[in-house]
C-alpha cells in the first residue's frame, strides 16, 4: 500500500501578465507530491518559478487550472478564506528571512501563528515548541534581541505551531553564513522527522539538496520552466 | 493570542508614533471635554436661575437684562433704586402702615424687597427680609438652612448666608461680618451676626451674602437723603438705640428699593402667568418703574449669547477632534510600509484578509479610547483647576466629578467611529495587501 501524499498537484498550470500586457507562464506541472514525513529538497534557478509554486501550494495564489490537494483536501476549489484556514491549519511556512513578526517575542510569534488555526493558542505547547529547538530560555526576546540562528530556530518553531502536515521551506539558509547553514538544516531536517511532518524544501545549493533522501530540480516536471 | 493582543502589540511595536498619536489626541478630547463640561455648567447655573420662587422682578426703569442678572444671579451692577412706595403698592393691607391694600395687592402672593450695593469680600451683600427665605426657594415655599434660622424682623443686625460664601469664607453661625460699602475696598458698615446659613441650592442663591433689610438701611450712605430732614445721620441713631435693645428703623421717607421679587397671584382657574402678564403690562406702561420677567430675559440672554458661542464652541471642538483623526489617519498612512510586511507575513501564517482588516481598526480603536481616555481625565482636570474660577463666577459647585454626562457618554462611540473612519484607509490597504509581492 503507498503512503498517501501531502501535497498533490495535477496539471497545474500558473501564469502571470507582464506590464507589456504579455503574459509569461511559470508554471506548467502535471504531476508533483510529496509524501506523508517524506523530506525533499527542491532545486531550481532564479526566477524558474520555485518562490510560486510554494504560494500555490500553500494556496496564497490560486492556479489558472489543475489541482492541488493538501492532505485530501482540493484547495483550488476553495475560496480564499478557507484556503487560508488549510493553511493555518495543515501547513508551516519558513521564509528565507525568517520574517519574525518584529514586535512579538519568540513566545508570541509562535502563539500568533497558533491564533491562525482552528486550535486555541496555547502557551505551554508554544512554550515546548520553542524548548524543543533549544530557546526555553529566549521566550520573552524580540527578534532584535536573537541572533541569527535564534530567529530561524524560532521561525522554525513557530512552523510547527498548529501541527502541520507539512512544512515549506523558501531557501532557509540564504541569510545565514556558511558554517551555520548545517545546523539550520540539521534543525529543520531534525525537528520535522521527530514530528513526523513531511518537508519540502526549496534550495539552489546543491550541497543542501545532497542531504536530501530525495532530490528534485524543478526543471524536472514544471514544463514552463524548461521552455524559459 | 487574540485579535486585541496583536492590535496592543503593534502600538507599542511603534511606541513614539502611537504615544505621540494618542497625545494628539488626548489633547483634543481634553479640550472637548473641558468645552463640554464647562459649557453645561454655565448653562447649568443660568437655567438654575430660571427655577426661582418669583416670577417678576420690579425695579427702576432701564435695561430688564440688567435687572435680571443683578437680582437674580447677583451680577452686572444695580439701575437705580425704586421709591418705597412703589414696594408699597404690592402690600396687603395687614402690612401697610395705612390699613389699606396697595395697588397691585390683588394680583400678588409674594412681594419682596431688595436692597443692594455692599459688598462683602467679593460677595454680593442683599438687604432683605425673613419672607425671602419663607416663601422664594427654588420652585417655591421655605428655603432649608443648613445651620441657625431665618431673619427676625427685630434682629437688624443679622444675616443669612448662601451655601458657597459660607464654605468659602468659612463662617458660621454666630460669626460677625462687616459688608463694605459700593465695592470691595468702600468704607466698612457695622457688623452682622450669622443667624443662618442655607443648605446648598445650586442657584446664585448660594453666593448671596443676606443682611436683615432694617439693619441694612441703617448704614451710613443707605438713607435717601430729605431735604426737611433733622440732619442725624441714620446710622448714629441706630449704634445709639441698638445698646438699649430696640435699634430705630430708618423712616420710610428715607428708604428706596433696589428691586421687589413679585410672585404674582393664581385666583382660581387663573394660571399665575397670565396674572403676570397683565401686571408687567401695567407696571411698565407707567413712570415709576418697570418690570420684567425673569424666564423671558433669561430665554432671551441664551438666544442673544449663551447659544451662538455654545455653537461657536462645538465648531471649534469638532475640528479639533477632525485634525485629531486625520492624526491617527496620517500615523497609520506613516506606518503603512512596515505594516504591510507584517501583515504579509500575518497572512502567510494563515490569518484571513478581514482578521488583518479588524487587527488594524482594532489598533485605531485601542489608540482612540487611550487617548481620548487620558483627554477625558485630562480634560475634567482643566475643569477642576478652573473650578475655583467658575464657582465664584456663577454659583455652581464645579469639580474633578462636574460633567457633561450625555455629551460625555456620546464621545465614546464618536471617538470609536471616527477612528475607524480615519482606519479605513489603511485596514483596507492592508486587507489588500498582496503576499507573494511581500514575501518575495
Same mark, same amino acid.
Not at chain 2, 483647576?385 to 464618536?414: H, K, Q
Given at each position: 500500500m503507498s503512503i498517501a501524499p501531502v501535497i498533490q498537484l495535477e496539471q497545474v498550470k500558473k501564469s502571470f501578465r507582464l506590464p507589456g500586457g504579455e503574459t509569461a507562464a511559470v508554471l506548467d506541472v502535471p504531476a508533483f507530491a510529496v509524501a506523508e514525513g517524506e523530506q525533499c529538497a527542491l532545486e531550481g534557478q532564479s526566477g524558474s518559478g520555485k518562490s510560486t509554486l510554494?504560494?500555490?501550494?500553500?494556496?496564497?495564489?490560486?492556479?489558472? &487550472?489543475?489541482?492541488?490537494?493538501?492532505?485530501?483536501?482540493?484547495?483550488?476549489?476553495?475560496?480564499? &478564506?478557507?484556503?487560508?484556514?488549510?493553511?493555518?491549519?495543515?501547513?508551516?511556512?519558513?521564509?528565507?528571512?525568517?520574517?519574525?513578526?518584529?514586535?512579538?517575542?519568540?513566545?508570541?510569534?509562535?502563539?500568533?501563528?497558533?491564533?491562525?488555526?482552528?486550535?486555541?493558542?496555547?502557551?505551554?505547547?508554544?512554550?515546548?515548541?520553542?524548548?524543543?529547538?533549544?530557546?526555553?530560555?529566549?521566550?520573552?526576546?524580540?527578534?532584535?534581541?536573537?541572533?541569527?540562528?535564534?530567529?530561524?530556530?524560532?521561525?522554525?518553531?513557530?512552523?510547527?505551531?498548529?501541527?502541520?502536515?507539512?512544512?515549506?521551506?523558501?531557501?532557509?539558509?540564504?541569510?545565514?553564513? +556558511? +558554517?551555520?547553514?548545517?545546523?539550520?538544516?540539521?534543525?529543520?531536517?531534525?525537528?520535522?522527522?521527530?514530528?513526523?511532518?513531511?518537508?519540502?524544501?526549496?534550495?539552489?545549493?546543491?550541497?543542501?539538496?545532497?542531504?536530501?533522501?530525495?532530490?528534485?530540480?524543478?526543471?524536472?516536471?514544471?514544463?514552463? +520552466?524548461?521552455?524559459? | 493570542m487574540t485579535l486585541l493582543g496583536i492590535a496592543w502589540r503593534n502600538i507599542r511595536q511603534r511606541l513614539a508614533t502611537s504615544a505621540l498619536t494618542a497625545l494628539s489626541l488626548a489633547l483634543g478630547v481634553a479640550l472637548v471635554v473641558a468645552t463640554l463640561v464647562t459649557g453645561a455648567v454655565v448653562k447649568r447655573a443660568f437655567e438654575s436661575g430660571a427655577g426661582l420662587g418669583y416670577n417678576m422682578i420690579v425695579g427702576a426703569k432701564g435695561s430688564p437684562l440688567q435687572l435680571v442678572l443683578n437680582s437674580v444671579y447677583l451680577i452686572s451692577k444695580p439701575i437705580e433704586n425704586v421709591p418705597w412706595g412703589v414696594y408699597q403698592d404690592f402690600l396687603p393691607a395687614a402690612r401697610r402702615a395705612d390699613g389699606l391694600d396697595g395697588r397691585y395687592a390683588g394680583s400678588v402672593a409674594t412681594a419682596v424687597p431688595i436692597c443692594m450695593g455692599d459688598y462683602f469680600r467679593g460677595y454680593r451683600v442683599v438687604g432683605t427680609n425673613a419672607v425671602y427665605f419663607d416663601r422664594l426657594a427654588p420652585g417655591g415655599g421655605a428655603f432649608r438652612f443648613a445651620a441657625g434660622r431665618n431673619l427676625r424682623d427685630d434682629a437688624f443686625f443679622e444675616g443669612v448666608l448662601g451655601a458657597s460664601v459660607a464654605e468659602t469664607l468659612g463662617?458660621?453661625?454666630?460669626?460677625?461680618?462687616?459688608?463694605?460699602?459700593?465695592?470691595?475696598?468702600?468704607?466698612?458698615?457695622?457688623?452682622? @451676626?450669622?443667624?443662618? @446659613?442655607?443648605?446648598?441650592?445650586?442657584?446664585?442663591?448660594?453666593?448671596?451674602?443676606?443682611?436683615?433689610?432694617?439693619?441694612?438701611?441703617?448704614?451710613?450712605?443707605?438713607?435717601?437723603?430729605?431735604?426737611?430732614?433733622?440732619?442725624?445721620?441714620?446710622?448714629?441713631?441706630?449704634?445709639?438705640?441698638?445698646?438699649?435693645?430696640?435699634?430705630?428703623?430708618?423712616?420710610?421717607?428715607?428708604?428706596?428699593?433696589?428691586? @421687589?421679587?413679585?410672585?404674582?397671584?393664581?385666583?382660581?382657574?387663573m394660571p399665575p402667568e397670565l396674572m403676570a402678564m397683565g401686571l408687567h403690562q401695567t407696571l411698565n406702561e407707567g413712570r415709576d418703574a418697570q418690570a420684567a420677567m425673569p424666564v423671558r430675559a433669561i430665554r432671551e440672554l441664551f438666544d442673544l449669547f449663551v447659544r451662538p458661542i455654545e455653537l461657536v464652541l462645538l465648531l471649534v471642538t469638532a475640528l479639533v477632534v477632525l485634525v485629531s483623526a486625520i492624526g491617527i489617519l496620517v500615523s497609520m498612512v506613516g506606518s503603512s510600509l512596515e505594516r504591510s510586511r507584517d501583515v504579509a507575513v500575518m497572512r502567510a501564517l494563515g490569518a484571513r484578509r478581514g482578521q488583518v482588516l479588524a487587527t488594524v481598526l482594532l489598533e485605531a480603536v485601542l489608540l482612540a479610547v487611550g487617548g481620548g481616555l487620558v483627554g477625558w481625565l485630562l480634560g475634567h482636570g482643566i475643569v477642576a483647576a478652573l473650578g475655583p474660577w467658575i464657582t465664584a463666577n456663577t454659583g455652581v459647585p464645579v469639580g474633578l466629578l462636574s460633567a457633561a454626562p450625555r455629551a460625555e457618554l456620546l464621545l465614546v462611540p464618536f471617538l470609536i467611529i471616527l477612528a475607524i473612519l480615519a482606519a479605513l484607509l489603511p485596514a483596507l490597504a492592508a486587507y489588500r495587501t498582496d503576499v507573494a509581492k511581500w514575501l518575495g
Amino acid at each position: 500500500m503507498s503512503i498517501a501524499p501531502v501535497i498533490q498537484l495535477e496539471q497545474v498550470k500558473k501564469s502571470f501578465r507582464l506590464p507589456g500586457g504579455e503574459t509569461a507562464a511559470v508554471l506548467d506541472v502535471p504531476a508533483f507530491a510529496v509524501a506523508e514525513g517524506e523530506q525533499c529538497a527542491l532545486e531550481g534557478q532564479s526566477g524558474s518559478g520555485k518562490s510560486t509554486l510554494l504560494h500555490v501550494i500553500s494556496g496564497i495564489l490560486r492556479p489558472d &487550472a489543475g489541482r492541488v490537494t493538501i492532505d485530501g483536501i482540493d484547495i483550488t476549489r476553495l475560496d480564499e &478564506a478557507r484556503r487560508d484556514r488549510v493553511r493555518a491549519d495543515k501547513l508551516g511556512l519558513v521564509f528565507q528571512q525568517f520574517n519574525l513578526l518584529p514586535g512579538f517575542t519568540a513566545l508570541e510569534n509562535v502563539l500568533v501563528a497558533m491564533s491562525f488555526g482552528s486550535g486555541k493558542p496555547d502557551r505551554w505547547r508554544a512554550a515546548d515548541l520553542l524548548a524543543a529547538v533549544g530557546l526555553s530560555h529566549r521566550l520573552h526576546h524580540k527578534p532584535a534581541e536573537l541572533s541569527i540562528g535564534q530567529q530561524q530556530r524560532v521561525a522554525v518553531a513557530r512552523a510547527l505551531a498548529n501541527r502541520p502536515r507539512a512544512i515549506l521551506a523558501d531557501e532557509p539558509t540564504a541569510s545565514v553564513d +556558511a +558554517a551555520h547553514q548545517g545546523q539550520v538544516i540539521d534543525l529543520v531536517r531534525g525537528t520535522c522527522t521527530e514530528q513526523g511532518v513531511a518537508l519540502l524544501l526549496v534550495t539552489h545549493d546543491p550541497a543542501i539538496a545532497a542531504q536530501f533522501p530525495r532530490r528534485l530540480r524543478l526543471e524536472e516536471f514544471n514544463r514552463a +520552466a524548461v521552455r524559459t | 493570542m487574540t485579535l486585541l493582543g496583536i492590535a496592543w502589540r503593534n502600538i507599542r511595536q511603534r511606541l513614539a508614533t502611537s504615544a505621540l498619536t494618542a497625545l494628539s489626541l488626548a489633547l483634543g478630547v481634553a479640550l472637548v471635554v473641558a468645552t463640554l463640561v464647562t459649557g453645561a455648567v454655565v448653562k447649568r447655573a443660568f437655567e438654575s436661575g430660571a427655577g426661582l420662587g418669583y416670577n417678576m422682578i420690579v425695579g427702576a426703569k432701564g435695561s430688564p437684562l440688567q435687572l435680571v442678572l443683578n437680582s437674580v444671579y447677583l451680577i452686572s451692577k444695580p439701575i437705580e433704586n425704586v421709591p418705597w412706595g412703589v414696594y408699597q403698592d404690592f402690600l396687603p393691607a395687614a402690612r401697610r402702615a395705612d390699613g389699606l391694600d396697595g395697588r397691585y395687592a390683588g394680583s400678588v402672593a409674594t412681594a419682596v424687597p431688595i436692597c443692594m450695593g455692599d459688598y462683602f469680600r467679593g460677595y454680593r451683600v442683599v438687604g432683605t427680609n425673613a419672607v425671602y427665605f419663607d416663601r422664594l426657594a427654588p420652585g417655591g415655599g421655605a428655603f432649608r438652612f443648613a445651620a441657625g434660622r431665618n431673619l427676625r424682623d427685630d434682629a437688624f443686625f443679622e444675616g443669612v448666608l448662601g451655601a458657597s460664601v459660607a464654605e468659602t469664607l468659612g463662617l458660621q453661625v454666630g460669626d460677625t461680618f462687616a459688608p463694605t460699602h459700593a465695592a470691595d475696598d468702600g468704607p466698612e458698615h457695622d457688623p452682622f @451676626i450669622v443667624a443662618g @446659613i442655607l443648605a446648598r441650592t445650586g442657584t446664585p442663591v448660594d453666593r448671596g451674602v443676606y443682611v436683615n433689610m432694617e439693619g441694612f438701611y441703617l448704614q451710613e450712605g443707605h438713607a435717601k437723603p430729605v431735604a426737611d430732614g433733622d440732619g442725624s445721620s441714620p446710622a448714629a441713631a441706630a449704634h445709639a438705640a441698638r445698646d438699649p435693645g430696640t435699634p430705630a428703623a430708618l423712616p420710610a421717607a428715607q428708604r428706596e428699593v433696589t428691586a @421687589i421679587l413679585v410672585e404674582t397671584a393664581a385666583p382660581a382657574g387663573m394660571p399665575p402667568e397670565l396674572m403676570a402678564m397683565g401686571l408687567h403690562q401695567t407696571l411698565n406702561e407707567g413712570r415709576d418703574a418697570q418690570a420684567a420677567m425673569p424666564v423671558r430675559a433669561i430665554r432671551e440672554l441664551f438666544d442673544l449669547f449663551v447659544r451662538p458661542i455654545e455653537l461657536v464652541l462645538l465648531l471649534v471642538t469638532a475640528l479639533v477632534v477632525l485634525v485629531s483623526a486625520i492624526g491617527i489617519l496620517v500615523s497609520m498612512v506613516g506606518s503603512s510600509l512596515e505594516r504591510s510586511r507584517d501583515v504579509a507575513v500575518m497572512r502567510a501564517l494563515g490569518a484571513r484578509r478581514g482578521q488583518v482588516l479588524a487587527t488594524v481598526l482594532l489598533e485605531a480603536v485601542l489608540l482612540a479610547v487611550g487617548g481620548g481616555l487620558v483627554g477625558w481625565l485630562l480634560g475634567h482636570g482643566i475643569v477642576a483647576a478652573l473650578g475655583p474660577w467658575i464657582t465664584a463666577n456663577t454659583g455652581v459647585p464645579v469639580g474633578l466629578l462636574s460633567a457633561a454626562p450625555r455629551a460625555e457618554l456620546l464621545l465614546v462611540p464618536f471617538l470609536i467611529i471616527l477612528a475607524i473612519l480615519a482606519a479605513l484607509l489603511p485596514a483596507l490597504a492592508a486587507y489588500r495587501t498582496d503576499v507573494a509581492k511581500w514575501l518575495g
